[in-house]
């Protein structure tokens, strides 16, 4: 498996891409502001991340996925040390993500991968998505902030 930039002339994987968020219009803005990377085997797409330099030294990783077919096979966490990889080297002091409340998966598997809660953006979701969500049983209402110092 090989993890690469998506290049400026190749088409995005938003179908990929909306699977970690459904809003095709933030996914768009993201994939402007933001840079792509993509997981490959024989050319095949498995999985995908932007990265999005948000204030002074500090870049949030957003929108990661792999295919539901790949998952639960080490891709995410691949693709999450890659992002934490490439944000050290170009220098960057932090790593931030976001993910819901009832996101247990993600929750583990960030702090797997070396993030800490930081803080809690209540009502996050109630306030911008105007969906109910309903993930593991719980309401998906408050955005989980985690972040990790990079060296
Ligand atoms: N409790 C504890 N650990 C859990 C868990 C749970 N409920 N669910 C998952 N994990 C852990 C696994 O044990 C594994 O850790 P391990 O390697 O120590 O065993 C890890 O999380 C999963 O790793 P991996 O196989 O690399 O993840 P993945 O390839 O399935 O990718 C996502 C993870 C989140 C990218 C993938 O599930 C996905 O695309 N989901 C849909 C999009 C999405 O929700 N994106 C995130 C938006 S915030």
């Known amino acids: 498996m090989q993890i690469r930039k998506l290049n400026r002339n190749e ?6 891409l909306l699977l970690a968020d459904p809003s095709r219009i933030l ?3 993201y994939l402007k502001r933001g ?3 993509i997981a490959e ?3 095949k797409i498995m999985g995908v991340y932007i990265l999005l330099p948000t204030k002074k030294d500090t870049i949030e990783l957003i929108n990661i996925a792999v295919f539901e077919h ?3 096979k080490g891709v995410g ?5 890659d992002a934490i990889q490439r944000s050290t080297v170009n220098g960057y002091k932090t790593i931030e993500v976001g993910t819901g409340n009832s996101s247990i998966g993600q929750l583990a598997l960030y702090q797997k991968c070396g993030f800490r809660i ?3 953006d209540r009502d996050f979701f109630v306030r911008n ?4 969500i309903f993930e593991n049983g719980i309401w998906c209402r408050d955005m989980i902030r985690l972040s990790q110092d990079l060296e």
């Open 77 to 81: 966490k691949q693709l999450i040390m």
């Open 41 to 43: 085997r024989n050319n």
């Open 70 to 72: 790949e998952q639960g």
């Open 118 to 120: 930081t803080s809690v």
């Open 35 to 37: 840079e792509c990377y």
């Open 27 to 29: 996914v768009e803005e």
């Open 129 to 132: 998505y105007e969906e109910v």
């Open 11 to 16: 088409i995005p994987p938003i179908e990929l």
